[in-house]
């Protein structure tokens, strides 16, 4: 086993802390976007690391396809929070609460 | 097997000081732009592991592509204002680090009873080529490879559709509006 596929974990595990934390602490809707492609990035770090530890061959494409995920998320995200600002003049999570029972 | 380390371990150190700026930044435009240095750090430690083909594509799609989008959006929506905190949502702060920093803890400790799956390591095949990557894209998951295609579409018609500013009365489309520039 190579000495640094733990730390690798570690530090996927950390990153995506952060990204968690970041979801939680940010209040600007970009920002805990931000975060949430933080977690997709600490995720992708696990995988490649797992896969180059097990010698496995998807974890190549396994990361692609979270890309394109995020990708496409962050599109339309995007698009809609503009869609948001155009009627509210900000996008401030915690004030959008449209869909609140 | 020195200097191969001290490079992995500054890419350790700008993946967690970028993170610790994308949590700690203030300002949107800031926190994205660590956001960019976490990616690069993150794309060298593919690099490290000689999976080149998914560290080029990181440097292109995340910090290319993704973030310049996010930078657009940031530019767009001018917000460059700091962000405050309400009375009421900085004490639930506390709670959201206790719980992720839990979170932290149990990954770790599953991290570390690791030790077991060594035996299996053993007997593993050599690090994957960037070949047999491309090889499997195109013949076990063909698939969804294409899949992922028909996705990115659903996605830029998608943004367009959501993106788009309509006049419900006159039927008009039109990306700018005029008030709003003035």
Not at chain 1, 72 to 83: M, N, S
Not at chain 2, 56 to 66: E, L, S
Not at chain 2, 141 to 146: A, H
Not at chain 2, 153 to 161: M, P, R
Request: glycine share 8%; aromatic share 12%; charged share 15%.
């Amino acid at each position: 086993m190579e000495p640094t596929f733990i730390y690798t974990l570690v530090l996927s595990a950390t990153l995506f802390t952060f990204g968690i934390i970041g979801v939680m602490w940010k209040r600007n809707a970009i920002s805990i976007f931000m975060n949430v492609e933080l977690m997709l990035n600490a995720a992708n770090l696990a995988f490649v690391a797992f896969a180059r530890e097990f010698g496995l061959i998807q974890g190549g494409p396994l990361v692609l396809f979270v890309m394109t995920v995020a990708a496409a998320e962050a599109g339309v995200g995007l698009a809609i929070f503009i869609a948001i600002y155009r009627t509210r003049r900000h996008i401030r999570a915690d004030e959008i609460d449209l869909l609140r029972g | 097997m020195g200097a191969q380390f001290l490079i992995y371990g500054i890419l350790y150190v700008v993946a967690v000081v970028g993170g610790l700026m994308v949590l700690f930044n203030r300002d949107t435009v800031k926190s994205a732009m660590s956001l960019v240095l976490v990616m690069l750090a993150l794309a060298g430690h593919y690099f490290y592991m000689g999976q080149e083909f998914v560290g080029a594509i990181q440097i292109i799609v995340y910090a290319g592509a993704i973030m310049v989008l996010f930078l657009f959006v940031i530019m767009l929506l001018n917000m460059r204002e700091r962000e405050v905190m309400p009375w009421y949502l900085r004490s639930s702060r506390y709670t959201g680090a206790v719980l992720a920093l839990a979170f932290f803890f149990l990954i770790a400790f599953g991290i570390s009873t690791f030790g077991a799956v060594e035996v299996a390591s053993a007997t593993a095949r050599p690090a994957p080529s960037n070949n047999e990557i491309f090889s499997m894209l195109m013949t076990k998951y063909l698939v969804p490879f294409l899949l992922t295609s028909v996705l990115l579409l659903v996605a830029v018609i998608g943004a367009v559709v959501m993106g788009r500013r309509h006049d419900p009365e006159t039927g008009e489309e039109y990306l700018i509006d005029d008030e709003e520039m003035a």
